[in-house]
């Protein structure tokens, strides 16, 4: 199965890590400012977390939606299938990247995200997920720019 990749990298480092990626034989391989996208499965995935050099963050997108206010960041979010991806017994984090007019502070923008997957397995399960900043289950990292939101998981750990 095909998945949609990003890649974060250092400042300077993006055209460094395609042909990193390239050489690994991933193809149609897309340099965007931060990092590179490829699309591929998760096997190739997890061998990019393993061997690149250059690379700092290997992130599965689950989604891109338009988000103009701070409920349209949480109806969003809960349309993810979170429990394909965690345990309602289990932790996560949430990365949150970005402002726009709608959601002018990170902070507040995480707990938005939080929120929504709590709320999802609470009304599912009736238990809800705890919030880890070491060692957690699951890293959710979200990108808001433009007033859309890139919604990931990253698989670096």
């Given at each position: 199965m095909?998945?949609?990749?990003?890649?974060?990298?250092?400042?300077?480092?993006?055209?460094?890590l395609r042909d990193?990626l390239?050489?690994?034989?991933?193809t149609?391989?897309v340099?965007k400012p931060?990092?590179?996208?490829?699309?591929?499965?998760l096997?190739?995935?997890?061998?990019?977390?393993l061997?690149s050099?250059?690379?700092?963050?290997?992130?599965?997108?689950?989604?891109?939606?338009?988000?103009?206010?701070?409920?349209?960041?949480?109806?969003g979010?809960?349309?993810?299938?979170?429990?394909?991806h965690?345990q309602s017994?289990?932790?996560f984090?949430v990365?949150?990247?970005?402002t726009?007019?709608?959601?002018r502070?990170?902070?507040?923008?995480?707990?938005?995200?939080?929120?929504?997957i709590?709320?999802?397995?609470?009304?599912s399960s009736?238990e809800?997920?705890s919030?880890?900043?070491?060692?957690?289950d699951?890293?959710?990292?979200?990108?808001?720019s433009?007033s859309?939101?890139?919604?990931y998981?990253?698989?670096s750990?």
């Amino acid at each position: 199965m095909q998945h949609r990749f990003f890649v974060t990298a250092g400042k300077g480092l993006t055209a460094l890590l395609r042909d990193e990626l390239v050489g690994f034989g991933l193809t149609e391989v897309v340099e965007k400012p931060g990092g590179v996208y490829f699309d591929g499965s998760l096997q190739q995935a997890y061998r990019t977390c393993l061997w690149s050099r250059i690379g700092n963050r290997v992130l599965l997108q689950l989604d891109i939606f338009p988000c103009t206010t701070a409920d349209a960041l949480y109806q969003g979010i809960r349309q993810t299938n979170w429990a394909k991806h965690m345990q309602s017994n289990g932790s996560f984090f949430v990365r949150f990247l970005g402002t726009d007019p709608a959601i002018r502070n990170s902070h507040f923008g995480a707990l938005r995200v939080k929120d929504a997957i709590v709320d999802q397995f609470r009304e599912s399960s009736g238990e809800r997920p705890s919030v880890s900043t070491e060692q957690p289950d699951l890293q959710v990292y979200v990108h808001l720019s433009r007033s859309k939101v890139a919604l990931y998981l990253d698989l670096s750990g």
